[in-house]
């Protein structure tokens, strides 16, 4: 029984008996088991076999069989939001964080603000106050100018 196998390292189509255990492809050189090869067709005619293997390697150089490809994970990432900078997204930043709290603390507005640093956060305040952005009712205590 003659058959038309395909090399799995370089997909060169090739005619094999198919009782054969091995077959060495003629143009890379690897051993092809071929039992476990995929046969595309199957002959007892070796005119037939030239000929399927002539029409396979045809078919072959527009649709080279590949393993489906594995779908991708996808990972989303959180994009860090940006420092408020002028007076208007400040107060917008701060307006939000009083709304739901009554009274700012300085731990609100480093949040609002995105600062982590106490030095910084102090100097951020004290230039607020100056500027009458905000206003502080009692000991660490703000609320802001309308």
């Known amino acids: 029984m003659l058959g038309v196998i395909v090399c799995s390292k370089c997909s060169t189509v090739q005619g094999a008996d198919l009782k054969s255990a091995h077959v060495t492809c003629p143009r890379c050189g690897t051993r092809i088991e071929v039992k476990r090869a995929k046969v595309y067709f199957s002959t007892e005619s070796p005119k037939e076999l030239a000929e399927a293997v002539r029409q396979i390697s045809e078919q072959m150089k527009y649709d080279i069989e590949n393993p489906p490809e594995k779908p991708r994970k996808r990972i989303r990432v959180k994009k860090p939001k940006q420092k408020p900078e002028d007076e208007v997204s400040i ?43 905000l206003c502080e009712v009692s000991t660490d205590e703000y609320k802001l100018v309308l």
């Open 91 to 133: 107060k917008n930043a701060l307006m939000k964080v009083q709304e739901k709290k009554g009274v700012l603390i300085k731990a609100d507005i480093g949040k609002a603000l995105q600062i982590k640093e106490d030095v910084e956060l102090e100097e951020a305040i004290s230039k607020m106050l100056l500027a009458g952005i």
